[in-house]
Every structure is written in structure tokens, then in C-alpha cells.
């Protein structure tokens, strides 16, 4: 197994998925999460606003970037509650 770091914008990593979490309830983005949706048009924060997206424990959406970024689609998995969270939830989701 090849390990590798290193300092890079989420939205120019060059993979096929990239997950991202958010806690149940979150309304403003965290600033990763903002630099995706800012460069998606706002996608993420319509489907927040929505009512798709609610951070739910095991909740996931998977958004298609048709190319306006390098990862081909973003996969937001729900945390549950912050206040409830544990380690285990990780292993979990």
C-alpha cells in the first residue's frame, strides 16, 4: 500500500470520489466544504437548504461535478448530531 500526504485544495485532488462529512443540523459549511461548493455553483448549500442534505448519522448524498472540479463526484455522508458524537460513529459511517 502507497501512503502519500500532501497540502492540496479538495478541489483540485484528481479522484474518482472524494468524501466529505457534516454533523446533523449544520447549517453554514465548513470552509472545505464551502471551497467545493462555492466552485459548484452552490449546490451543496441549495440542497442543505432544501432539505436534501440534513448531516443525519449514515445519511448520504453523492453529487456529480460534471468536470468543474478534478474529484468526479463528492460523497457527503451524514455524522448525526455533533453534540452525540463519538469515534466509533467514524468506524460507523
Same mark, same amino acid.
Request: glycine content about 8%; proline content about 2%; aromatic content about 2%.
Given at each position: 500500500?502507497?501512503?502519500?500526504? %500532501?497540502?492540496?485544495?479538495?478541489?483540485? +485532488?484528481?479522484?474518482? $470520489?472524494?468524501?466529505?462529512?457534516?454533523?446533523?443540523?449544520?447549517?453554514?459549511?465548513?470552509?472545505? $466544504?464551502?471551497?467545493? /461548493? %462555492?466552485?459548484?455553483?452552490? +449546490?451543496?448549500?441549495?440542497?442543505? *437548504?432544501?432539505?436534501?442534505?440534513?448531516?443525519?448519522?449514515?445519511?448520504?448524498?453523492?453529487?456529480?461535478?460534471? /468536470?468543474?472540479?478534478?474529484?468526479? *463526484?463528492?460523497?457527503?455522508?451524514?455524522?448525526? %448530531?455533533?453534540?452525540?458524537? %463519538? /469515534?466509533?460513529?467514524?468506524?460507523?459511517?
Amino acid at each position: 500500500m502507497k501512503i502519500e500526504t %500532501k497540502k492540496i485544495s479538495l478541489v483540485d +485532488i484528481d479522484t474518482p $470520489l472524494l468524501a466529505i462529512s457534516i454533523y446533523e443540523g449544520e447549517k453554514n459549511l465548513q470552509a472545505d $466544504l464551502e471551497t467545493i /461548493n %462555492k466552485a459548484l455553483g452552490g +449546490i451543496i448549500s441549495d440542497l442543505i *437548504r432544501d432539505g436534501e442534505i440534513k448531516g443525519k448519522l449514515e445519511e448520504t448524498t453523492v453529487i456529480h461535478t460534471q /468536470n468543474k472540479i478534478k474529484p468526479k *463526484r463528492i460523497l457527503i455522508a451524514g455524522l448525526g %448530531k455533533k453534540a452525540e458524537f %463519538k /469515534n466509533e460513529v467514524i468506524k460507523k459511517v
